[in-house]
């Protein structure tokens, strides 16, 4: 059975940091892109970073970039989000997601909005207080 599990969420004032982490199991992140996409209530799921396994790229939504950074461990099988200068606009729930990937970037997972992919994990909270 493949799981993906997301943590770090939580709580945090504008300008703050967090580092969610997304860490599988079932599958290899080493053949897969992964991506992180993001749901605020009453809004469309957005695409925020991915990266690939092929090359390990990484494109960012033009929302997040210069703020957000996606890295990944592949020994511990876990990528990250590093979010930097956080909005309250950024508020939302964070989704990692995973889709077999044969190589190139990853640009059109985050265009794609997440539509695609292959498992999901179940999201963490990320609320930026003003």
């Known amino acids: 059975e493949v799981q993906l599990v997301e943590s770090g969420g939580g709580l945090v004032q504008a300008g703050g940091s967090l580092r969610l982490s997304c860490t599988a199991s079932?599958?290899?992140?080493?053949?897969?892109?992964i991506g992180w996409f993001r749901q605020a209530p009453g809004k469309e799921r957005e695409g925020v970073s991915c990266i690939s396994s092929s090359d390990g790229s990484t494109h960012d939504a033009d929302s997040v970039k210069g703020r957000f950074t996606m890295s990944s461990d592949n020994a511990k099988n876990t990528v990250y989000l590093q979010m930097n200068s956080l909005k309250p606009e950024d508020t939302a729930v964070y989704y990692c997601?995973?889709?077999?990937?044969?190589?190139?970037?990853?640009?059109?997972?985050?265009?794609?909005?997440?539509?695609?992919?292959?498992?999901w994990g179940k999201g963490t909270l990320v609320t930026v207080s003003s």
């Open positions: 079932g599958i290899t992140f080493d053949a897969y892109a």
């Open positions: 997601a995973a889709k077999l990937w044969l190589g190139g970037p990853c640009t059109v997972v985050v265009g794609r909005r997440g539509s695609g992919m292959d498992y």
